[in-house]
Every structure is written in C-alpha cells, then in structure tokens.
C-alpha cells in the first residue's frame, strides 16, 4: 500500500499549454505539447488524447501534470513531464484540469 510519504514524493503542478503539434511517429495517436509551468519553466510531454481533443481546443488549457519523473524517449521527442487523465466510458482519455482559473505552476496536493 502507497502511504502518504510516498505521495508527497510526486511533485505534480497546474501548468497552461501554450503549443500544441501532430505527432505522426508515435505509436498510437497522440500530439506534442509544451506547457508553461511559470517558474519551473516550459516543459514537453506526449499525450494519446487525439480522440476527444483538436488542437486548437487544447491552447491555452490548464492541465495537471506530474513533473519529476525522468524524462522519456518517445520516437524522436523527449516528454519531460506526464499530463494526467482518466478514461472515459469508451477508454478515452480525459484531461484533468482545475476547475477554476489558477497560477501555473502551483503545486497540486
């Protein structure tokens, strides 16, 4: 069982995706993202969410993103950060993001 200590090791923060591309050499459908994390920096991640979202809905989005696991190879692109979500009834992935408006790069607890 996780325990409290080992959640707290996970550094996950609000961040706005600012640039949003196809990404054809992935295995499985997916775009580039760059998300602006404030203070942490713009950071890249991979994300399979092609079926419920068009690039242009994605801009300007806050998501919420673990970003201290180590960085992961993808094809030719590197995804620094992992966006989080959760399937749908059809095994889609939902983003999760603040229902409110909030600072980017605030840490999630």
């Not at 095994?91 to 603040?98: G, K, S």
Request: charged letters at 35%; proline letters at 5%; glycine letters at 4%.
């Amino acid at each position: 069982m996780a325990t409290y200590e080992d959640f707290l090791k996970l550094d996950i923060r609000v961040g706005r995706i600012i640039e949003v591309e196809d990404f054809p050499k992935a295995k499985k459908p997916a775009y580039k993202l760059k998300i602006d994390f404030g203070e942490l920096g713009v950071k890249t991640s991979s994300a399979q969410i092609t079926k419920l979202y068009k690039k242009e809905d994605l801009y300007n989005r806050l998501v919420v993103c673990v970003v201290n696991f180590p960085p992961k190879k993808i094809a030719d692109f590197v995804s620094e950060v992992l966006v989080l979500g959760v399937d749908d009834k059809e095994e889609n992935v939902v983003l999760l993001q603040p229902e409110r408006e909030v600072k980017v790069g605030n840490k999630v607890y």
